[in-house]
C-alpha cells in the first residue's frame, strides 16, 4: 500500500510560480510511474504530465508542455511539479497518482492509476 501527500500548492498571481511535491511512503518509490493530474471546479479530472519509474521519460499535456516540468527524487520518495508563466486557467486541485510499473512508457489515464494523493489547491489570480 502506498500512501502519497501532495504539498505546496497556495494563491499565487498569473505569470508567477510554484513548486508541487508529492511524497509516497509505504511500497518501492523507484517501482512506481507517477502521474499529475488536476480538477479544476465543475470539470473532469484531468492530465497534467508524467514520469517514468526511472525518470528518464516525461510527459505533458499540451496545454502545460513549456511551463511545467516534472522530476522525481527516488531517494527521497518524491515527485514533484514545478510550475511556472501561472496562468488563471491552472487553478485547480493538484493530485499525484503512482502506478507500480517496470515498463518506460507513458500512462496517461487515471484508469492506469492505483494510488492517489489527497489532492493540493493551486489558485492563480489575474
Known amino acids: 500500500q502506498v500512501t502519497l501527500v501532495e504539498s505546496g500548492g497556495g494563491l499565487v498571481q498569473a505569470g508567477g510560480s510554484l513548486r508541487l511535491s508529492c511524497t509516497a511512503s509505504?511500497?518501492?518509490?523507484?517501482?512506481?510511474?507517477l502521474g499529475w493530474f488536476r480538477q479544476a471546479p465543475g470539470k473532469e479530472r484531468d492530465l497534467v504530465g508524467t514520469?517514468?519509474?526511472?525518470?528518464?521519460?516525461?510527459y505533458y499535456a499540451d496545454s502545460v508542455k513549456g511551463r511545467f516540468t516534472i522530476s522525481r527524487d527516488n531517494a527521497k520518495n518524491t515527485v514533484y511539479l514545478e510550475m511556472n508563466n501561472l496562468k488563471p486557467e491552472d487553478t485547480a486541485v493538484y493530485y499525484c497518482a503512482a502506478k507500480e510499473s517496470s515498463v518506460n512508457t507513458y500512462y496517461i489515464h487515471m484508469s492506469s492509476y492505483n494510488y492517489w494523493g489527497q489532492g493540493t489547491q493551486v489558485t492563480v489570480s489575474s
Open positions: 509505504g511500497g518501492t518509490f523507484s517501482r512506481y510511474h
Open positions: 514520469i517514468t519509474w526511472s525518470g528518464s521519460s516525461t
